[in-house]
């Protein structure tokens, strides 16, 4: 074990804040972890001259659960279950992330209709998200109803969720492979029946929001930031596109079928809080066209993969069939074996890039895995976009970030 | 050719010895390095102008341990030009788990060196802030090393729990 010094002297600190907060000339306020406006426990070191941010500092760690331990002491189907808790405004698509990790570190095959599926409910869960980042981006620069107006369109996806996979959050609904089971009767209706309401929905915040002097006055201008900048320091997702870079991994990058579908990559200008807020609007639009492309080319056929060394036969084959028994027992009590290699998969989450680094040793469970989670990333450019602002903006700016702690600490 | 493949033939041009190998897998192609040149290969690869991989994607780390060399830190670059991935090795012993930052290059390798140090106590030379991340400051160890344990709680029986009370951690009157 590596030996080290446990003592952290006030030396080693120093650098984090300017020399005059040292002689008292400006102010350190502590904000968070346990304060509303910072979205879970992120905690932020404020150095304050009057009003004014001179440096922040933000910490981070409040959530972590040690989800990339566990994972490696799990079978790969079952440390899938993991996966939901990190971003919980995401579960799915993290789900889809690490199966699409697991299958190509497998080389496992998924069948047509589970990769439409996975796409509609993927950007389900982005409305679903944008919608959380709406409301509490709403009531932290004054708006308190359009929080009431979000959560109930949100409780709507989050019906259909629980429709098919039983769960309104924790769902692990997309299993390696392809789903967990085919869609209920009624999904189809109770998707269709969103998508005609929503557009209505979305004008109605615009109509809230988008032209209102209070929201504009504390939101233009605020925490901007240069496409070089964001890229710079890693910044992904509507953050990045508000400035004016169209970057989707959606569109550069296609997964599970997303080149057949036809959407734009809604982009900003200024990059700041408001920017990132037109983005998030527009991509909620965006995400509607692809759920309603989705829906007319649905096509048929098997929810899951039938090879059988990775995939568990359906239960109505373990009636007649000795071997789908065998595969059941070996798979449910052992787990497949993946090859020794690593793989690295990124998908486009509603935060930006989630990235899913795993390795393999050749046994039943990952030797590594590793999510590179868009929130962890964002967070570092918190100090640059809050410089120089008001404390009351540093909320609109974290606002607008949309960080998920539970992604970022994992 | 392929961007990832002249990414590769400029490194070993530019680098020689030391580009220890290159693998491929599932389409996706890693690059293992000498530590010592994975600066300079950063740098080649984000400022030349046909690459262009200027967006660091992920940084992390593996644990072998018990085997040597035991830690492996794993770079994903990312060409938004080029729409393509390319992944850096750098091997590490257990003895001088240590190599350069690559913060000049990628200022956002900054907190993710901070998470690898935090989580395998790999240190990182020139490293601008090097402090735990994700742990309390005081933590004692590195969680994502394998010699860690996992930890759980011990489960009380009948006929054990008095003696396994004894030793649980928990606050007791």
């Given at each position: ?13 120093r650098h984090l804040v300017s020399d ?241 579908y036809d959407f734009e990559i809604p ?144 | ?173």
């Amino acid at each position: 074990m590596l030996e080290q010094n446990l003592e952290i002297t006030v030396d080693e600190l120093r650098h984090l804040v300017s020399d005059r907060a040292l002689e008292g000339e400006t102010m350190l306020l502590n904000m968070g972890p346990q304060h509303p406006s910072t979205h879970g426990v992120l905690r932020l070191l404020l150095e304050l001259d009057g009003e004014r941010i001179v440096t922040c500092v933000p910490d981070i760690g409040f959530l972590h659960t040690g989800i990339e331990k566990s994972m490696e002491t799990k079978a790969y189907e079952k440390a899938l279950v993991m996966t939901d808790r990190m971003d919980y405004l995401n579960n799915l698509g993290n789900n889809l992330c690490y199966c699409l990790a697991v299958e190509k570190l497998v080389d496992l095959d998924v069948p047509e209709r589970a990769m439409a599926i996975r796409v509609l409910l993927v950007e389900l869960q982005r409305i679903a998200s944008h919608l959380v980042f709406l409301a509490t981006h709403g009531l932290d620069t004054g708006a308190m109803s359009v929080f009431l107006y979000c959560f109930r369109e949100r409780e709507v996806i989050l019906d259909i969720f629980e429709m098919c996979s039983g769960a309104r959050m924790m769902t692990s609904f997309f299993r390696p492979g392809g789903l967990w089971r085919d869609v209920p009767d009624g999904f189809e209706e109770a998707v269709r029946s969103f998508v005609e309401s929503f557009p209505k929905r979305i004008k109605m915040y615009e109509d809230l929001l988008t032209k209102n002097p209070i929201y504009t006055h504390r939101t233009q201008g605020i925490g901007a930031i240069s496409s070089e900048e964001a890229l710079k320091w890693g910044l992904t997702g509507p953050p990045l596109r508000a400035t004016g870079l169209a970057w989707d991994l959606r569109k550069s990058n296609p997964y599970s079928g997303y080149e057949r579908y036809d959407f734009e990559i809604p982009v900003g200008v200024n990059g700041d809080t408001y920017d990132r807020y037109t983005v998030r609007i527009g991509e909620m639009r965006q995400s509607l066209r692809i759920v309603e492309q989705v829906l007319d080319t649905l096509p048929g056929g098997p929810v899951r993969s039938d090879n059988r060394k990775f995939v568990p036969p359906p239960r109505s084959e373990l009636g007649h069939s000795m071997e789908a028994v065998i595969h059941h027992f070996k798979l449910w009590t052992e787990g497949f074996p993946a090859p020794k290699g690593s793989v690295f998969v990124a998908v486009e989450s509603p935060r930006g890039e989630l990235g899913c680094y795993l390795e393999g040793d050749g046994g039943p469970k990952p030797y590594r895995v590793h999510f590179r989670t868009p929130s962890f990333a964002t967070l570092q450019t918190l100090p640059m976009l809050c410089k120089d602002h008001l404390v009351a903006d540093v909320v609109a700016i974290i606002s607008s970030l949309d960080p998920v702690l539970g992604d970022s600490d994992r | 050719m392929t961007v990832v493949e002249k990414a590769v033939a400029k490194l070993q041009r530019a680098l020689g010895e030391s580009v220890l190998s290159v693998e491929e897998f599932r389409g996706q192609t890693s690059v293992t390095l000498d530590p010592e040149a994975v600066v300079n290969a950063c740098q080649m690869l984000r400022d030349d102008a046909e690459l262009d991989f200027n967006f660091l994607a992920a940084l992390t780390a593996v644990d072998y341990w018990p085997s040597e060399p035991r830690f492996k830190i794993v770079y994903q670059l990312y060409s938004l030009a080029n729409k393509e991935f390319i992944g850096l090795r750098a091997q590490l012993s257990n003895e001088s788990p240590e190599i350069s930052t690559i913060e000049s290059i990628y200022p956002n390798a900054n907190w993710h060196e901070r998470e690898v140090f935090d989580m395998f106590g790999v240190t990182f030379k020139d490293h601008s802030d090097q402090r735990r991340i994700i742990m309390p400051y005081d933590w004692e160890g590195h969680p994502l090393r394998k010699d860690y344990p996992l930890g759980y709680e011990e489960v009380q029986f009948t006929f054990n729990f008095d003696e396994i009370d004894k030793r649980k951690p928990y606050a007791k009157e």
